[in-house]
């Protein structure tokens, strides 16, 4: 399987302490979190009744600014997971370099993987993958010109997971045509990724194939009470995204002294050109800061945002020792 | 899809009410549920680590009795939706009638299937199932006879989903011959079925395949904290098992007056022959309590266990009713 940040347990092994010890910012999951708040014992007792998953799919929907068929999926990596039985044979195409699990989850399954950096190198394939706003290096495709890709592909599967914040990137008003599909996270704009929640909006046709495929209870109770309330609070998201693109520049400008020039990024994440990564690692490592590095890319440095004040005075205290 | 116990929805269309008014029965699922307790935040916000996924899986491996390989799913269900992948061509026979998810899932995925209810018919099959002690009619198999069926089909699927209450039953120790696949469910017995956790257990070749279709994060950090605790406390779940057995024995009495007939069951649910299921289960729908019917099986009533003794008050009540 792929790298991934988020697994503290790396950090903890290299560089001692306890997973509490650590802020980890190497994945780009907000550290501001949505208030779980209470939930309702039968959340926990009972299985997922049919109407709580129609509701929470309608929130969805309100919050993605789509009309188009929907279904939530154990995190958005389930979704990925199921695309090989949608599309069992012919040739993938994925706009990388990008988030590992699409070619490892293809090749497993046995279809032929190519990974281009070219938009256009992707026409002709059965199945072309572009993740908008790109990860790790925040690359972002203008709507209009994956619209233009969509009739020259098979299937156009564009990974949202990281469009909550930039909200106008997203082609999720555009789902429902047929061939194009749309992955959603919901943990990582709301900080919840211990909860499981994602999506795939689509056309009716393929909607219907991959809720066979996800079964009955494709999610927790939890992750239905707690998804359709934070997608339906709408003030939240609208703090939480403006106060997002304030910190990324903020996170920017901390690391400006250190020569370290910005790839690219979202509001939930910057990827750094540090010089050598590694080196880099290890020193925000020594104030138990966990970062994300990438094999292949000596220089490469990502880091999500830290929360509160306390974990920005010990970043910069981090990035000002020796 | 098949039909499932468990969805209220059906209850409040046909007869009224809100969910919160029903006392569900339609389910084996234990209604006297393992305290969810305090949970860290971090369940909620990161990333499901390895070392926490690893630490449920020796939890359940302790519970279940078996050192053999152990994964961890979003419920049993997701186990039995990833079968196909491992057995993708070829013959499956289920020893029915049973859980429906087993013939709908394979059928879909393009397999021949065939049920029986003849054990000794499942000899030759590339795939053979059996749910022990089975749903809806608890009829058991003793583990030899299990045994002696392996070395005879390709893969063997023993789904022991209610096998909690009555340990000596399963084949968990055994786990790790080639061919055997075990799968357990965590929602039923420990009555959180919101919850979504489920285990497979079998050779390691196949938990790794299994591992690597599940992908990084197959349970999430509610199921993980809350599982790990839950499976550790052999003192709730004796008493969870002396109280079902209890209660089971203390359910067929209760309905023995109207006639009913026990055609077999576990401690978390019962099968009754009523002579006209429909009438049965209009009459305690009028008491708003829901019940499981089963096509083609006129008489049959399946029920699981009243909770608090306010429960079984109600059912008393709706029992007595004209």
Redesign the interface.
């Known amino acids: ?1 792929p790298e ?1 940040g ?4 790396v950090a903890v092994a290299r560089f001692g302490g306890s ?2 010890d650590w802020i ?1 910012l190497s ?1 780009g ?1 907000n ?1 501001q ?1 949505y208030p ?1 708040g209470d939930l309702p ?11 709580a998953l129609n509701a929470l799919h309608i929130a969805a929907q309100k919050a993605y600014r789509t009309e188009a068929p929907i279904l939530a999926t ?2 958005a ?2 979704a ?2 199921l695309l090989p ?1 949608l599309c069992s044979a012919g040739n993938v195409r994925i706009l990388g370099p990008t988030y590992g ?1 699409y070619a490892a ?1 293809f090749s ?1 399954a046995g279809l032929q993987v190519t990974e281009t950096s070219d938009l256009d190198a992707l026409a002709g394939a059965d199945l072309a993958v572009v993740v908008n706003p790109n990860n790790p290096d925040g690359r972002r495709h203008h709507p209009d010109r994956l619209l233009a890709l969509l009739p020259r592909v098979g299937r156009l599967v564009v990974d949202e997971s990281f469009a909550d914040a930039v909200p106008d990137l997203s082609l999720a008003s555009q789902a429902g045509r047929p061939g194009l599909l749309i992955i959603r996270s919901f943990g990582k704009f709301f ?6 929640l994602g999506f795939v909006i689509g056309a009716e046709a393929d909607i219907v194939k991959l809720a ?6 494709p ?5 239905i009470a707690i998804g359709a309330r934070a997608l339906s609070d709408r003030a939240w998201a609208n703090a939480a995204s403006a106060r997002l693109s304030r910190d990324s520049l903020r996170l920017d400008a901390q690391v400006a002294p250190l020569g370290w020039s910005l790839v690219g990024g979202t509001p939930l994440f910057r990827l750094y050109e540090t010089g050598d990564a590694r080196t880099a690692q290890e020193k925000l490592a020594r104030g138990k800061i966990w970062s994300r590095i990438f094999e292949g890319r000596a220089g490469w440095l990502r880091l999500g945002l830290p929360g509160e004040e306390t974990e920005w005075a010990r970043l910069a205290a981090a990035l000002r020792a020796g």
């Open positions: 399987m991934h988020g697994n503290l347990d997973a509490q980890d994945t999951i550290r979190a779980v014992m039968t959340c926990w007792t009972a299985l997922p009744s049919k109407s154990h995190g990596q389930a990925i997971q039985q699990e989850v497993a900080g919840l990724a211990g909860l499981r066979a495929m996800a079964g009955p209870w999610v927790s109770g939890a992750a």
